[in-house]
């Protein structure tokens, strides 16, 4: 699997790391392998023909799918222990650094095992394990070996997302970040938590 990073999640987990960063509730990510939809109070619409358009009679056209829809549910996340790996050699901090003390609490429910206590690994992604990683990402962001090594956005982007993916980013993938690095609304720390836990919640840093 060669996953690309997604305009659209990066902007949901940009909101989510924002209300992170601000003490606020994160919001919710669809989920939708997951979890039902809401129910609308509206009839079902006939699932065994086509829908029609009213005035024509003739089947109404099925709308666009979104491009950057993500099917979770073909996700696989890498393990925890290597995500674990990764960050501490991005960061280049030892494992009991305090920066991690959030991501070794919550182990479990990043899908870390512990089979003697009956815990199994569990590598798939969703909105509530988004949310958890990057809480945990988040401290990782603000330690001042991160902040010294990549201590300003767009300049250090390049830099962290070739050291992250292991490869130069290209045109298409530094443009995904320009809406974050354009928002007025974000101060300077709260903009470097952003663009950091994004690219360290991307499918190219965590996922198979």
Known sequence: MSPR???SRACALALTTCALACGAPPPVLED????????TGAPDEPTTAAN???STGAPEAEPPRDPFDLDRSKVKLLPFRVRFLRLQQLSGLPADDPA????????YELGDYDYASGVNPDL??????????????????????MLARFPVFPDD???LLTAAYGTTPDADLLADYELLL????????TRHDSICAVALSA????AQ
């Open 100 to 107: 991690f003390a959030v991501l070794r609490a919550r182990r």
């Open 52 to 54: 029609t358009d009213a």
């Open 124 to 145: 798939t992604w969703n909105a509530s394990r988004i949310s958890v990683w990057i809480a945990a990402v988040l401290p990782v962001c603000r330690a001042p070996a």
């Open 182 to 189: 354009g928002d007025a609304n974000l101060d300077e720390p």
């Open 5 to 7: 990073s997604i305009p």
């Open 32 to 39: 939708s392998d997951t979890d039902a939809p809401a129910s």
């Open 203 to 206: 499918l190219e840093f965590v």
């Open 157 to 159: 982007l390049p830099a």
